[in-house]
């Protein structure tokens, strides 16, 4: 530098978006006053802000590479609960991420909060916790166990090993430690401020009111539970299952499905007959391939 002085920039778009401001002094000896001069910093540049409902984790617990990198997806999608990674589908196609959303306000807050306790290392039934969130999605969204076993293994490791082997050793369920005031509270406030469920939550403010303590099934059988001390006054019912916003991995699976009756689909990989008014429209599945009598209703995949 001419002056002796020097400029640092986190990068060039940086700098190209710097130099109508730093034109004026470039080159030039600055007094004290001249010093403070503005720099413009692309607003895409700066850090995204993590989701206010996923607290920092406990000490001692590290998280993994993939964990961090749900909770960062997870933060770019706060409607959302849980992502889980879709199947790599054959080549161009790119794999879709399935989107996973409580439609049942009970359900979304629970869910949340045991999902907190396994991202966050908190002690006392970890493992319970997590094969709970595991069963709830995998039964309730009839996702392939091996899917969220694979994505598992990646955001948990040793814990979800453990988690695995008792399962497969049959040894009874466990309940999860129960929910407590805060931990509900916490996660109905969350959700307020997200802009879900505007209509039970509208008058709803944390810790006012009496909470009863009742136990939440999940599954067909309802032999998982978990204990809550939840809000009288707010509504929902004891089950909930999830929305799937995005739903490739199920196309691709039904796909399959029929081109093993020897069904030919003029369609793209990864697309397939699914039943759902929601999705129907958005696929335009052809009307030949819907009056199609050899599919079976077993062999059809239900989103809605």
Sequence with gaps: ????????????????????????????HLGAPDLFVPINIPFKDLKKMPRADIPLSQPGYRRSAHLLDQISRLSESPLNDFIVNGTPPPPPYKPKDILV??????????????????????????????????????????????TLQRQFTGEYGKIWERTWEAYQREEPYTTPRAIARAEIDQALQWLKEAGRFKNELQDFVPGQGEYHTYPFTIGQDLKLKVH???????????????????????????????????????MPAGSGLVVGSRFQAELDVPEELQRNERVRPEDIISVD
């Design 1 to 28: 530098m001419k002056v002796g002085r020097e400029i640092r920039y986190c990068n060039r778009e940086c700098q190209k978006a710097d130099w109508s401001m730093h034109k004026i002094t470039c080159g030039k």
């Design 101 to 146: 959303a409580y439609k049942d306000l009970k359900a979304a807050s629970i869910f949340i909060c045991l999902r907190n306790r396994i991202m966050c290392g908190i002690e006392g039934g970890i493992e319970a916790s997590l094969f709970f969130v595991y069963q709830s999605l995998q039964l309730e969204t009839s996702i392939y166990p091996k």
């Design 228 to 266: 809550v001390e939840w809000p009288r006054k707010l509504t929902g019912s004891s089950t909930g299952k999830p929305r799937l916003l995005q739903t490739e991995l199920k196309i691709d699976l039904a796909r399959r499905r029929l081109a093993a009756q020897g069904i030919h689909l003029n």
